[in-house]
């Protein structure tokens, strides 16, 4: 079974900074099956980057995914205040479907 | 519009039996495939079970032997027969949508039932 280790565990930075999340396979991850969930408090998880790079509808071009092979990152260009979530990677393999830990990103 | 709509959680005592649903609206069940996903308090994402288009079914280790999972076409509704529930089993359960493709990811998600397992 592949384990999806995500760093870090939290992220403590300011609006307008950039955040860069990482999620590390234990081994290797078709990009296609890679995909970034964000979730808020009280909410249900929501869809933000499949296929490793592919942003879902509606989701705002300043996030960005990227990566190949057993690494890969979540790119957050200039936080907003409502970015501030915990974010969660997820593999699909072998009729199973893995996610990683998360990481919170806080406010600093 | 795509929604789903978790019901059937609640309080169960260690060992019993609970049946989650999850009413779906927008699609077809029969046509993506359907996952349940659950997030234990304070806790991250762990999935569940799925089944395929096909009527394929999958487990995590966690509840194999124990859940199963199903369809009911003419209802548009997705199930999760929980049996012999542990205090590990307790969690918020999502169900969640897949794409037609099997590693197609979670496009959309209910907004969880909470299932609490304790004496």
């Known amino acids: 079974e592949i384990v999806l280790t995500q760093s870090p565990g939290t992220l403590s930075l300011s609006p307008g900074e950039r955040a860069t999340l990482s999620c590390r396979a234990s081994?290797?991850?078709?990009?296609?099956?890679l995909a970034w969930y964000q979730q808020k408090p009280g909410q249900a998880p929501r869809l933000l980057i499949y296929?490793?790079?592919s942003r879902a509808t509606g989701i705002p071009d300043r996030f960005s995914g990227s990566g190949s092979g057993t690494d890969f990152t979540l790119t957050i260009s200039r936080l907003e205040p409502e970015d501030f979530a915990v974010y969660y990677c997820?593999?699909?393999?072998?009729?199973?479907?893995?996610f990683g830990q998360g990481t919170k990103l806080e406010i600093k | 519009e795509v929604q789903l709509v978790e019901s059937g959680g609640g309080l169960v005592q260690p060992g019993g039996s609970l049946r989650l649903s999850c009413a779906a609206s927008?699609?077809?069940?029969?046509?993506?495939?359907m996952s349940w996903v659950r997030q234990a308090p304070g806790k991250g994402l762990e999935w569940v079970s799925v089944?395929?288009?096909?009527?394929?079914?999958y487990y995590a280790d966690s509840v194999k032997g124990r859940f199963t999972i199903s369809r009911d076409n003419s209802k548009n509704t997705l199930y999760l027969q929980m049996n012999s529930l542990r205090a590990e089993d307790t969690a918020v359960y999502y169900c969640?949508?897949?794409?037609?493709?099997?590693?197609?990811?979670?496009?959309?998600w209910g907004q969880g039932t909470l299932v609490t397992v304790s004496s």
């Open positions: 997820q593999q699909y393999g072998s009729s199973r479907y893995t």
């Open positions: 089944i395929y288009s096909g009527g394929s079914t």
């Open positions: 081994q290797s991850v078709s990009s296609s099956y």
């Open positions: 969640a949508r897949g794409g037609w493709a099997v590693a197609d990811p979670f496009d959309y």
């Open positions: 927008g699609f077809t069940v029969s046509s993506n495939y």
């Open positions: 296929g490793a790079s």
